[in-house]
């Protein structure tokens, strides 16, 4: 019972840290990174709790497709970034 | 600038003070309350499913169930309606993609039957071990996502996404109704026998419900991923 307190406790501290750095970083493939390490440590937490229903689904979701997501997104801006620019400043339709 | 950097930090305050009462009030519950009583006593003899969560989820919130996944179903028709007027020409690329990296490549080849099978697994097993058919649901789709992110190229058939899809969700509204002729109620799962407990083939209807919930999901993220996918770049 008091192992499983504290590692619920580093657990919970390691959580709030990847929060901490998703929030101050300056590069957004660490913050998306951080964002999904939070999903994935919550997750092991819920296991903790005894969840493991909602530990799958926020390990699946919050930490698997909501991280890819991001890096697809993140693709996309960069390949638009690398068009040429003129024909990237007309505007949108 | 100094009343910028307060205000969040005052806010910040006023929601941990709350949340720090909330977790000094809290006294963990003696015994299970009514309801919590009637389903970890009740559940293996009414449903004959091991993982009393999903036997809720199915059956006796069966209902909210269906609500959840026709707010999902909504959700990627009306993703799929709006980014329809800016999509791609047929043929072409969303944009000019830039190849993804020969590791990106050849660990998605690797990987995505892994992740797809494992997705299956979880849905299918849904009334046996933790998870089901949101979670497998999630799982199938991100291996499709790693597809599209190792080639921006790759098509999927909209048509055979859209058909899984409804064909699902209609086969898990006549189950419902099925219930009703046959068992007690809408998404009873007593229309099939119950079989022994902790057996694949067991808990009556849940897994074939599951599996149904399980390809909806997953064909719904994955139609969201899509039209997302295809979408022209601005220009």
Redesign the interface.
């Known amino acids: 019972m008091t192992f499983l307190t504290l590692m619920a406790a580093v657990l919970a501290l390691a959580t709030l840290g990847a929060a901490l750095i998703a929030l101050l970083t300056r590069s957004t493939v660490v913050a998306v990174l951080a964002a999904g390490l939070v999903s994935l440590f919550a997750s092991v937490l819920f296991l903790i709790l005894a969840a493991?229903?909602v530990?799958?689904?926020e390990a699946?979701?919050g930490s698997?497709?909501t991280t890819?997501?991001f890096?697809?997104?993140l693709?996309?801006l960069?390949?638009?970034g690398?068009?040429p620019q003129g024909?990237?400043m007309?505007?949108?339709? | 600038m100094t009343t910028r950097t307060a205000i969040p930090l005052v806010l910040l305050a006023l929601l941990g003070t709350a949340f720090f009462t909330l977790f000094a009030g809290y006294v963990p519950d003696a015994e299970l309350n009514r309801t919590a009583a009637y389903y970890a006593n009740q559940t293996v003899a009414e449903t004959g499913a091991q993982?009393v969560?999903?036997a809720i989820i199915v059956t006796y919130r069966g209902l909210d169930t269906l609500g959840e996944v026709t707010v999902l179903f909504l959700t990627a028709a009306i993703v799929g309606l709006v980014l329809a007027h800016s999509k791609a020409p047929k043929g072409r690329s969303g944009?000019?993609?830039?190849p993804?990296g020969e590791l990106l490549t050849t660990g998605t080849r690797m990987l995505v039957p892994v992740i797809l099978l494992f997705g299956a697994y979880?849905f299918v097993n849904g009334h046996l071990t933790?998870?089901?058919g949101?979670?497998g649901g999630?799982?199938v789709?991100?291996g499709l996502?790693?597809m599209?992110?190792a080639d921006?190229a790759e098509r999927f058939s909209h048509g055979l996404i859209s058909r899984i899809e409804s064909s699902a969700g209609l086969t898990y509204v006549i189950l419902g109704l099925l219930g009703m002729i046959l068992a007690g109620g809408f998404l009873d799962n007593r229309i099939l026998p119950l079989g022994t407990f902790g057996s694949i083939l067991s808990a009556g209807a849940i897994p074939l419900i599951y599996i149904l919930i399980g390809l909806k999901v997953g064909a719904e993220?994955s139609s969201i991923?899509t039209s997302?996918?295809e979408t022209e770049?601005?220009?």
Do not use: C
């Open positions: 493991p229903d530990a799958m689904t699946a979701i698997g497709l890819f997501l890096f697809f997104v693709g996309r960069r390949r638009e690398a068009k024909t990237k007309e505007g949108s339709k | 993982n969560v999903t944009s000019g993609f830039l993804s979880v933790p998870g089901g949101f979670q999630a799982i789709a991100s996502l790693l599209l992110l921006p993220f991923l997302l996918e770049d601005a220009e």
